[in-house]
């Protein structure tokens, strides 16, 4: 009787032990699968993805305003400017290396802060206040402190979905 229910003991914890391994497979396996149709969702989308600086200049030499124009060469509508990011890299004022990521605001322009021109997106003729493929996206975006007077600075426009371009801006 004692070999028997020992034999019972020992089929048991096997028993409970697969079923536990199994589940512990079959949950790896479903999260595994999630993980792949979002990388998958993602490279799609990036791959359709893409922009072109065509011009930067700083508006007043010396002064903290510059002015973007950024081309929607890809395939995706931008639904969310919000979502952009906008960096900065120039020497300042006080002749100090500066390195800024600028914030939108859709109201008015503040220091740091980045926003859509009031001509808004250039033409906007498919899917009114998006920025949706071949349109030009003109951006305002401030400094504080402002770019020094006779040097070069860099600005750097993002998608959300890791698309980025660059372009040098010298000022006069």
Same mark, same amino acid.
């Given at each position: 009787m +004692?070999?028997? !229910?020992? #034999? @019972?003991?020992?089929? =048991?914890? @096997? !028993?409970? =032990?697969s079923v536990l391994m199994f589940?512990? @497979?079959?949950? /790896?396996?479903?999260?595994? #699968?999630e993980s792949?149709?979002?990388?998958?969702?993602?490279?799609?989308?990036?791959? +359709?993805?893409?922009l072109?600086?065509?011009?930067?200049?700083?508006?007043?030499?010396a002064g903290p305003d510059v002015a973007v124009q950024v081309d929607n060469s890809g395939s995706q509508s931008v639904v969310r400017f919000g979502e952009l990011d906008?960096?900065?890299?120039?020497? &300042?004022s006080d002749n100090t290396a500066a390195l800024r990521y600028?914030?939108?605001?859709? #109201?008015?322009? #503040?220091?740091?802060q980045w926003t859509i021109a009031t001509t808004g997106v250039q033409p906007d003729n498919f899917n009114p206040g998006m920025w949706d493929p071949g349109e030009t996206?003109?951006? &305002?975006?401030?400094?504080?402190?402002?770019?020094? /007077? +006779? =040097?070069? /600075?860099?600005v750097v426009v993002g998608t959300p979905w890791g698309v980025n371009d660059k372009s040098s801006i010298v000022n006069p």
């Amino acid at each position: 009787m +004692g070999i028997v !229910l020992a #034999g @019972f003991v020992v089929i =048991t914890t @096997f !028993l409970m =032990t697969s079923v536990l391994m199994f589940s512990a @497979f079959l949950s /790896a396996s479903v999260s595994q #699968g999630e993980s792949l149709r979002v990388i998958t969702h993602v490279s799609s989308e990036r791959l +359709g993805s893409a922009l072109s600086i065509t011009s930067a200049s700083v508006v007043t030499p010396a002064g903290p305003d510059v002015a973007v124009q950024v081309d929607n060469s890809g395939s995706q509508s931008v639904v969310r400017f919000g979502e952009l990011d906008v960096i900065i890299k120039y020497t &300042d004022s006080d002749n100090t290396a500066a390195l800024r990521y600028l914030a939108y605001t859709s #109201g008015a322009l #503040g220091n740091n802060q980045w926003t859509i021109a009031t001509t808004g997106v250039q033409p906007d003729n498919f899917n009114p206040g998006m920025w949706d493929p071949g349109e030009t996206l003109p951006i &305002d975006l401030r400094v504080s402190p402002a770019i020094k /007077a +006779g =040097t070069a /600075a860099e600005v750097v426009v993002g998608t959300p979905w890791g698309v980025n371009d660059k372009s040098s801006i010298v000022n006069p």
